[in-house]
Nanobody, 124 residues
Framework: QVQLVESGGGLVQAGGSLRLSCAAS????????MGWFRQTPGKEREFVAA????????YYADSMKGRFTISRDNAKNTVYLQMNSLQPEDTAVYYC?????????????????WGQGTQVTVSS
């Protein structure tokens, strides 16, 4: 069992930056791929970024490439999402997720554990 707790969300002006963190419990964190997703009311959960168990491979949704960076620190059981050049359309609840298959995926169905989410609001 893995428990995930996101933090770092908040209100930021367009063009600004935020860094989200996701702290995981459990001794198997380093074997899990991790992902970030986001969701707005009435829409499906959207893939943002993923990282393999080792951190050696990363994946991004096209609209996030060049603006967002996913990273992980297995010694701290934490995954991060650095978000730069934020725009109002990035406003959403951001969720981190853990997948037992350690390679990373853009599909919500590949993830076994989810955090409770953290709100990111970007004002224009």
């Amino acid at each position: 069992q893995v428990q995930l707790v996101e933090s770092g969300g908040g209100l930021v002006q367009a063009g600004g930056s935020l860094r989200l963190s996701c702290a995981a419990s459990g001794r198997t964190f380093s074997t899990y791929a991790m992902g970030w997703f986001r969701q707005t009311p009435g829409k499906e959960r959207e893939f943002v970024a993923a990282i393999s168990w080792s951190g050696g491979s990363t994946y991004y949704a096209d609209s996030m490439k060049g603006r967002f960076t996913i990273s992980r620190d297995n010694a701290k059981n934490t995954v991060y999402l650095q978000m730069n050049s934020l725009q109002p359309e990035d406003t959403a609840v951001y969720y981190c997720a853990a997948a037992k298959t350690g390679y990373g995926s853009s599909s919500v169905y590949e993830y076994d554990y989810w955090g409770q989410g953290t709100q990111v609001t970007v004002s224009s």
